[in-house]
């Protein structure tokens, strides 16, 4: 890959992996949720990744009443691109988890290429406290919990998504999930040029040694050749060193409190804005240009934001 070539940076705003009593800046109102976007587009990201909660308790949501009242001030304040969950909580069924897809015609939308185990207990062993009661109870439960992306259900969100002109960022939690992918796409489900994003260090998936990045590009590589683009998150931890990896080997970013609450080891990262900003110093270290929101749609053959439905 060209050293020159730039690096689209999304930022997944807020979501289902962490629960609100975890860090006094995840943005939890649509308000919140807003401002915290519109920051991050501020700070260089092309493409702004966005989950909702129940405002009253912080729970996953995916009612679109709840994204109505903030995708259209997210949409007027920036020219990212917005990209809406399909994923939603492991809890929902695949209807409940495309409604806001369905409903607002977004450019992007996400897509799990496969069920796993989803494992989010060890962060019990964390945290003494929680400020609503599910959030105990949503970590014990993750024990016995299968997030569920079969076959059918890829087949169904992409078919659907699809007619709209929605395109999709496929979450590839393991190597399996690649060769699912590959099946969709010669069975004519999903086309065009392809957008991977890599997920490494959820209990259940792939991990997040470097050998587990290098694993999962060269796979790729085999399967797409040249027909995608690859982008890549790390959770916790693990966040800005597999940015910084994957960046170095010719792919995309993606950051934000949805996939790690950190900055840096012991720091809370006190908004989306900031982890958007170290990141981007770590692309501009490594003398990699950050792409605009129009050069992400052309990289990713979006349909444009005139075309959505909000």
Known sequence: MASNRKVIITCAVTGAIHTPSMSPHLPVTPEEIAEAAIAAAEAGAAILHLHARDPENGKPTQDPAVFERFLPRIKGSTDAVINLTT????????????????????????????????????????????????????????????????????????????????????????????????????????????????????????????????HMRRTANRLFGDDYEWSVLGAGSSQMRIAAQAAAMGGHVRVGLEDS?????????????????????????LSLEIATPEEAREMLQLKGADKVGF
């Not at 962060?123 to 076959?151: A, C, I, P």
Request: glycine share 12%; with cysteine.
């Open 261 to 285: 609450l950190w900055l840096s080891r012991g720091k809370l990262a006190e908004s989306n804005a900031s982890q958007v900003a170290k990141v981007r110093e770590i692309l501009e270290g």
């Open 87 to 214: 994923g939603g909580s492991p809890h929902m069924t695949v209807e409940e988890r495309m409604r806001p897809a369905m409903e607002f015609k977004p450019e992007l939308a996400s897509m799990n290429m496969g069920s796993i185990n989803f494992g989010l207990f060890p962060m019990l062993n964390r945290y003494d406290s929680f400020q609503h009661g599910w959030e105990r109870e949503h970590l014990e439960n993750s024990r016995d919990l299968v997030f569920k992306n079969t076959f059918a259900d890829i087949e169904t969100a992409m078919t659907l998504g699809g007619k709209n002109g929605t395109r999709f960022e496929c979450e590839c939690y393991d190597i399996g999930h690649l060769y699912s992918l590959r099946n969709v796409m010669d069975r004519g489900i999903v086309g065009g040029r392809i957008f991977v994003q890599s997920v490494f260090g959820i209990l259940g998936g792939i991990g997040p040694h470097p050998e587990d990045v290098m």
